[in-house]
């Protein structure tokens, strides 16, 4: 369900009621100069649509996607559910949502309202048909974008609704409060419920609150924002037969578990921002195209908005320098990106965001960022092409957002240990090791990858351990790091111990979890390699598996730290600590060797992309260098038009894509993403 075939989509958010008409005139032929074909349009509109309650204006979008149409540029429409008006607060002022501790959300910013209020579902799903209804066949319109970034800034929602909702969600979930008192461990510190209507939601409490009960509210908020979702896509879908998305924030986003929300639209759209104090934020700009991408299923996803030069909501805001949006969109679309979104076409010259870069900056067009829209759109154009090629990957990283809710919560033996910078480090090795990676979910289907590494699987299912033993004994390579298999999907500690559930892929358990002081210390001794350690050391067990580094120092001194495990025809490795990325080099390097990988080597800082198509295949290269780089290659450039014969040149700085003959789909090595378990969990099933 691409929206525009054939073509690679350009553009971005436009907000045109912040602009007097005439502007609009200026705008959609600036569009057209800058090769622009779709833009997302009504993000925020909804105090300019529903004037006041069941009251609709829509004459100015009547206009504005006319216009669009006439100069052939595809809209987006988006449902504005993010930013309900003034009046509806007015009216519904218990629809606020509530934080923690209590404080209720005034107006005069944005976010939505509770996702559980009665008031709130009713606007919504009125506001969504009528736009449906108006132009669900409009010829504009290609693409529905419903909302905007689900979980922020509101997702938990502590009001007397949501409670209301919470208790109902418990009830159809556990069925009778002796299961759920089980489930989550209340005869600790006499938390006992007797009657639905004493349960509470974890708002703040003296001390810390019980970790179960923390996890399914994450579940529940999840759960209320995908109903919201759903509510607003099906008003749509009864009217309107074009594709319906929300735009994700695949490793920022923290209360939507994507696995789910993935299967809920018809393309996945996703936003990415650098962070500006990471001085690589352009490894972590691949994870999240990469996440984006493995959560689409390997389909063509959007990137809905990233930014033409600096953000504004960061302390220190960061302009891109001269190649460096070329390069992000590149790597996006390298990654499986068949659209190139920003926000937003034009800068705001009033609100919050009025310093924020654009497609249109406040200088005008004769700007360096204008320019570099320009050339981007034309560049764009010329790799249409590409549209619907794939990415292969042998190598699946795991990520769970089950995961990530469980880690991060209170009092757990060490905070320096934190599951997004685990997932960033070995990401980031396998990034500079130039080896693709797709991300899975680890009770997904991993038979057609040959290594599957596991970053940060603190919390992880008997049916997940099981999937991971089963891929093991069936040939697979597992690398699996510290802090593994600890708890179940209750957060309680697996029987049998830290690990148990992969004791018998792993060869090895843990007796005690032994964190460092902040700033200690310790090295492991790999085979006569030192590899440098910090923040966490295990007492291990071990029931079978091989040592292949020792601790030399710290509380573990002497005993084993990384080990290596045979079973059936596979491999499982155990990296009992936390290794930085230039100390996982070796570790990942016999890891490969297992798994039968030969990374590719080349240049140092040049990022290559490679998408399959059906009689071509696309090679894209990013050079983040200010030196050229050269990587053997033949084929066309695409951009230069120039034949390329053994040698390609990056520029410094620059980016390129050869066109070359296909590789067939070899089934004993590469395999399409296909990382999207069929029936994602539901641990209460
Ligand atoms: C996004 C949001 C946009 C805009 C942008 C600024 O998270 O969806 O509306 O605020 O950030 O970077």
Known sequence: MWPLPGAIAYGGDYNPEQWPRAVWDEDVALMRQAGVNLVSVGIFSWAMLEVSEGVFDFTWLDDLLDLLHANGIAVDLATPSVSPPAWFFHAYPHARAVDADGHVMGFGSRGMAGHSAPEYREAIVRVASALAERYGDHPAVVLWHVHNEYGVPVGEDFSASSVASWRRWLQQHYGSIEALNAAWGTAFWGQTYRAWEHVVAPARTPTTVNPAMKLDWARFTDDMLRECFRLERDAIRAHSDRPVTTNFMAHQSWNTDLWKWAREVDV?????????????????????????????????????????????????????????????????????ADAIMFFQWRASRRGAEKFHSAMVPHAGTSSRVFREVTDLGQQLRQLGEVQGSQVRAEVAVLYDWESLWAQDLDWRPSDDLAFRERMRSYYERLWRDSVPVDFAHPEADLSGYSLVVAPASYLLTTIAADNLTAFVRAGGTLLVSCFAAAVDEHDAVHEGGFGAPLAEALGVTVEEYLPLRAGDTCTVDFGGQRLAADVWTEDLVLTGAQVRGRYLGGPADGAPAITRHELGSGVGWYVSTRLDTDSLAPVLAAAYADAGITPPALPEHLELMVRHGESADYAVAVNHHDDAAHVALSGTEIFSGQEIDGELTVPGGGVAVVRTAPTPDRDDVITPAHAVPQQVRNTYA
């Open 268 to 336: 996945v759209s996703d936003d990415h921002y650098l962070w500006s104090p990471d001085p690589d934020a352009h490894v972590a700009l691949a994870l999240s195209a990469d996440l984006t991408r493995s959560v689409a299923g390997g389909k063509p996803w959007i990137l809905m908005e990233h930014s033409t030069s600096a953000v504004n909501w960061q302390g220190r805001n960061i302009a891109k320098r001269p190649g460096e949006m070329s390069r992000n969109a590149l790597t996006h679309l390298g990654r499986g």
